[in-house]
């Protein structure tokens, strides 16, 4: 008996919504967003303030003109998640964005899991640019902006998104100017300064700033390490481009739109942070650079003094696109987690006459002005990053497993894929009676070399498990890499073998999964090299998830207590897939019981 209730509660645990819309019913929000309304929304969540001051950080003390290099890395490092993401916006046209992804594929758990750190990230990002505004401008309205932009979220996605539109133009415009500036007033030799430049530079230097280091000079002063360092640090300027995938139930043609605006935001977010530093680091030396004020320092030093009151103006309409852009996609998951039942009911109520989640914006933008109000958010920042770097590799996970299952519209083949599996396992039984060697070689060979062109229960089922082996063994082999690198690259045999082994697995299961046959469903976008795409991009937020400091992970542990406490005590009894369940239940017979859950998400109604 005691058995028998772990299960079924271990069952209520990976129960995962289908695909399709529940009932076949339309979107309570309105469909009003075009790509070009998508992709502002990205460029603007995106490119943020940080535009404005991260490259002169990372430029002066980590990476000097390395610094297009390392926005070149971190680029490509975050498109291997906005493909994923790309794809399931093609395949999922809903609100929820990961949440909603994962609950589809892993299952309610770990969906709520994802769903309540995305809400974290949204309200520390909404909240720490709040600040920078309130304080840009604290004349005018205090610590209150987050209420202003609040109010004009409340009144509609399409109103919400011209302001960003003219907001994320505007701030195009500026960096534009910075960009052709830069070039106009630039020098070469800023790429390949030397010891000699240095001392002069320490000679006629004032007390304005202070000198930054030298390394070694050149191009690359700090080295191969400070240019995956600086990488490291430029990946989170590309954070944001996600909150586009939130905004699937309010896309006119989500299947098209999600994923060209995914791509283009990223495009253009690369090119305007490549532009940038660039130009900052042809201006002026690196070491040179005044970490708090780096543009408007960069324009005094080669005589265009006029030219920081323009910078001025790009920083603000930069933050302001930034909080909208946070604030746009957190009421959304809170409204796809309340319409599902994980959190309270009259959270998911929408506006009859501006069709927004009223109730969760207006709980959001509350929460975000409280936390902006009383609470110093420099050591939360790397909650953030938590949060947003798994969710990412959810997604991740989640396209590489969806992609391998079978077809969930098509009713009759499972049909008869369940009379086969019935009829079959009496000849199997007596082969495998009679030669058991046989059998088990018989079934690794169907493993790499299987029978079936299209995706079965049995293929798809193989791709989850070793799907979530991949995913210990790339853990435990980033947590090798973050924690005792120097033992590794200096030949200590048990952490060379223990990567060695460690690779060898991962190597093998990758193959086994690529060998799998995939789904052959159209769509507008896929992911190009499956398997190996997704499991670089998980592999990357995983080591990247291990630079953060036991103190953040302490936060974070809290933060979830607290959303372990909402979804045990409400969320998990209010399901909506409880309900769906128990009403098949039932009619069905008694075989209905005895399914394993990853049979029962494809037939949800």
């Given amino acids: 008996m005691l058995c028998q209730r772990v299960c079924q509660f271990g069952q209520k645990l990976v129960r995962r919504r289908p695909l399709e819309t529940r009932g076949g019913s339309e979107s309570h929000l309105a469909r009003c967003l075009s790509t070009m309304d998508l992709v502002a929304l990205g460029v603007g969540s995106t490119l943020g303030a940080g535009v404005y001051i991260l490259a002169g950080a990372v430029a002066k003390d980590k990476a000097g003109p390395a610094i297009v290099i390392c926005f070149l890395v971190a680029a490509l490092t975050s498109v291997l998640s906005g493909l994923c993401y790309a794809e399931f916006g093609a395949r999922v046209p809903c609100s929820g964005s990961s949440y909603l992804y994962s609950y589809v594929t892993v299952g309610q758990l770990c969906a709520f899991i994802t769903g309540w750190t995305l809400i974290l990230s949204y309200v520390i990002g909404s909240a720490s640019v709040a600040r920078a505004w309130s304080s840009a401008i604290d004349s005018m309205t205090g610590n209150h902006i987050s209420r202003v932009l609040q109010g004009l979220l409340v009144l509609g996605a399409s109103e919400s998104a011209l302001v960003t539109k003219i907001f994320t133009g505007m701030n195009l415009l500026v960096l534009s100017f910075i960009f052709l500036s830069g070039f106009i007033k630039g020098d070469v030799h800023h790429w390949k300064l030397t010891q000699q430049d240095y001392e002069l530079a320490k000679s006629g230097s004032n007390d304005t700033y202070s000198l930054g280091p030298l390394g070694s000079g050149g191009f690359v002063p700090f080295g191969f390490d400070g240019v995956l360092r600086g990488a490291a640090t430029c990946f989170y300027a590309f954070v944001g481009f996600d909150c586009i995938a939130t905004a699937g139930e309010e896309a006119r043609n989500p299947q098209r739109s999600i994923p060209l605006g995914i791509v283009i935001s990223l495009f253009i977010c690369f090119l305007a942070y490549f532009g940038v530093s660039a130009a900052l680091t042809l201006m002026v030396p690196y070491y040179q650079i005044h970490s708090d004020s780096p543009l408007p320092q960069a324009f005094l030093y080669v005589g265009w003094a006029p030219a920081r009151y323009v910078v001025a103006a790009g920083t603000l309409c930069a933050l302001s696109s930034s909080l909208l852009g946070a604030m746009f996609p957190m009421p959304r998951v809170i409204y796809a987690m309340a319409e599902d039942g994980l959190l309270f009911r009259c959270l998911a109520r929408v506006h009859v006459r501006t069709r927004t989640p009223i109730i969760a914006t207006v709980v959001s933008g509350t929460l975000a002005a409280f936390m902006a109000l009383l609470f110093e958010l420099s050591d939360l920042v790397d909650l953030m990053s938590i949060g947003t770097l798994l969710a990412y ?100 045999p048990l952490c060379t073998t223990s990567a060695g082994l460690l690779l060898l697995l991962i190597f093998g299961i990758t193959f086994i999964i690529w060998r799998q046959p995939q789904n052959p469903t159209p769509l507008n976008f896929k992911v190009p090299a499956l398997p190996v795409l997704p499991l670089m991009s998980i592999f990357v937020n995983i080591y990247l998830m291990m630079q953060m400091t036991p103190r953040t992970w302490a936060q974070f542990g809290i933060w979830m207590l607290i959303g372990f406490a909402i979804y045990f005590g409400y969320g998990i009894w209010h399901s909506m897939e409880k309900t769906n369940d128990e009403q098949p239940r039932a009619s069905s017979s008694q075989t209905a019981d005895k399914s394993v859950p990853s049979a029962e998400f494809p037939h949800r109604k």
């Fill in 393 to 492: 590799s959810l997604v991740a996970f989640s396209v590489l497993v969806l992609r391998y299952q079978p077809d969930q519209d098509l009713r009759k083949n499972e049909k008869t894929e369940v009379e086969i599996t019935e009829v079959k396992p009496e000849p199997e039984a007596s082969s495998l009676a009679s030669v058991p060697e046989a059998g088990n070689s018989k079934t690794l060979k169907s493993l790499c070399n299987p029978i079936n062109t299209i995706p079965t229960r049995k293929s798809g089922q193989t791709v989850y498990g070793c799907a979530l082996l991949l995913a210990l063994l790339l853990t435990i082999l980033c947590l090798i890499l973050a924690q005792w690198p120097s033992n590794l690259f200096s030949g200590d």
